[in-house]
């Protein structure tokens, strides 16, 4: 075998025997007696968590604790998120919910445990919860994860930003190189067509931000480990917020044509806008109806590939509950499909950063689109 064949062969030898013998799961005996909860560990893995799970090794938690910080009762309350012991214990009273209501929220605790701080099992004791804190704001697994990302955006941008300041004439060398066909991308092919070439300067800042933003965090939610695996752009109040921005973005900037198509659109039968204004209503709709658009898109697509490569990956263990030596034999075919799906979902992470500004660059120019001759005419 030559040196580039076994370049080659070296990442599915790597990540075949990764995935085989992972301290996360076992197919031995202990694994056929105890229930896999496949479904549980897929849902751990793209919600937000207090604290940063890393991996588990003989039965053993290994796991970043973050700091916990609510608003309770008019005091601050600060602790680690190890003192919760990965849900199985509670701490001054605090606990982390046990019940469907309360699952993945932090929970103050009455009665007799007001105060309790130890193991708690909360299926025997069922301790009351005297009320849900609702002032959280607590640094949780996705919070950090955008901490590393700020960290990491201005890192790039504050290097390349001192090599054109050091010599702009100078050829790009480095992670200049990487960075400057892309910015280069979205300013010719997003920002001019969408917005135009006298007007878009104003907006490129932030379409630049909004793509590397996304870009950035989508390549990092397919790190399988440590700063990389949050499923941040997967979270459903990232992209509201997000398109949030948008929302604001486009409808401050719209001038007197865009509200104007909106509320009496030319060239739109009188009857479907009096005496019941139908088409004022579609397109006022539309308004809003964008922006949720914008949210959907990114969360749904990045949060269904998340769930897919781990569906894949979860097969193994399913079959080798079931009889071992099936989990060994699908091993090599869920791992292709594991390779596979992972190379998909780094195209698909370039695509929504590319889709979500375009269609805000859209909306934008849209937004400022000063109206044609022929209407200025009519």
Known sequence: MTYNKINAAFPILFFFLFFLFSPNFSLNAQAEEEKLDIGGYIMDHITDEY????????????????????????????FS??????GHQAYKGYALGFTEETDGSIVKLGGNYADYT???????????IDHVCKYDVS?????????????????MFLSVAKKYKEGPLKAPKGLQSYLEPIILFVRDEVAIPSIGEDKYQKYFPYLLTLFFFILVNNLMGLVPFFPGGANFTGNITVTAILAIITFFITNISGNKHYWKDIFNSPGVPWWLKFPVPLMPLVEFIGVFTKPFVLMIRLFANITAGHIIVLGFLSLIFIFGAMVPAIGYAVSPVSIFFYIFMGMLELLVAFIQAYVFTLLSAIYIGMAIEEPHHEELAN
Request: hydrophobic content about 40%; overall charge negative.
């Open 51 to 78: 604290g940063w799970h890393i991996t588990t090794y003989n039965e053993h938690h290994i796991s970043i604790p973050l700091p916990i910080m609510l608003f309770d009762g008019g005091k601050f309350v600060a």
């Open 81 to 86: 998120s190890s003192k919760f012991h990965h």
């Open 118 to 128: 130890g193991e708690l099992d909360y299926k025997e004791a069922c301790p009351p």
């Open 139 to 155: 640094i949780t697994k996705n919070v950090c994860a955008l901490l590393i990302s700020i960290i990491l955006l201005c890192w």
